[in-house]
């Protein structure tokens, strides 16, 4: 074996060692993590005034303890770039502020809105871009984190809500 095979195969070793010791959370654990960061993306699009038409649950798969797909249907407003970045990174915040950890970094749904938001952003960076969205983000998901949590346990329930059960919801706890 040639030394780079050689050091491809140990990292391989070492990543399949790293994979067998890390704990899989109970699969009710992902789906409420997966609820939960669905939500943190729910909220925001509601701060910043983009249209819902759904939000659900679906395909409770677990690969290497990631679950999902959870998907958010909204109609999001790129003249608000930053609120669209904002949206992005809310749910991997909420999960982060829920648990203390994520179980898997941006989905590619996640960073596809980013990259779409940052076409209309001339300044600043893409990378301070970032870090202002998850300031952002995390102003909303502090916020609203016992919202998210109630609305989370009844999307979990349902495994989908639609806008106007969204807008249901919300009506109900404010009152």
């Given amino acids: 074996m040639s030394p780079v095979a050689a050091t491809i195969a140990a990292k391989i070793r070492q990543q399949r060692q790293r994979l067998a010791k890390k704990p899989v959370p109970q699969l009710s654990q992902i789906d409420l993590r997966c609820a939960i960061h669905e939500c943190g993306h729910l909220f925001a699009c509601l ?6 038409d759904r939000v659900t649950l679906s395909a409770r798969n677990v ?6 797909p959870g998907r958010i249907s909204a ?24 648990f203390g950890d994520t179980l898997s ?4 749904e996640d960073w596809n809105l980013f990259r779409r938001a940052m076409r209309y ?7 301070e871009c970032e870090a202002i969205a998850r300031m952002m983000a995390a102003d909303v998901v502090r916020t609203n984190l016992a919202a998210i949590r109630q609305v989370a346990g009844v999307l979990l329930a349902r495994g989908e809500l639609t ?4 807008r249901r919801l919300i009506s109900v706890e404010a009152s």
Wanted: proline share 4%; aromatic share 10%; charged share 15%.
């Fill in 47 to 52: 701060c910043y005034g983009f249209q819902i």
């Fill in 63 to 68: 690969v290497e303890n990631v679950s999902g």
């Fill in 75 to 98: 109609v999001y407003d790129f003249a608000k770039p930053m609120e669209c970045a904002a949206v992005a990174f809310a749910g991997e915040v909420a999960e982060q502020m829920t």
């Fill in 105 to 108: 970094s941006l989905g590619s």
């Fill in 121 to 127: 952003v001339t300044s600043p960076t893409h990378r």
């Fill in 163 to 166: 806008g106007a059960d969204i």
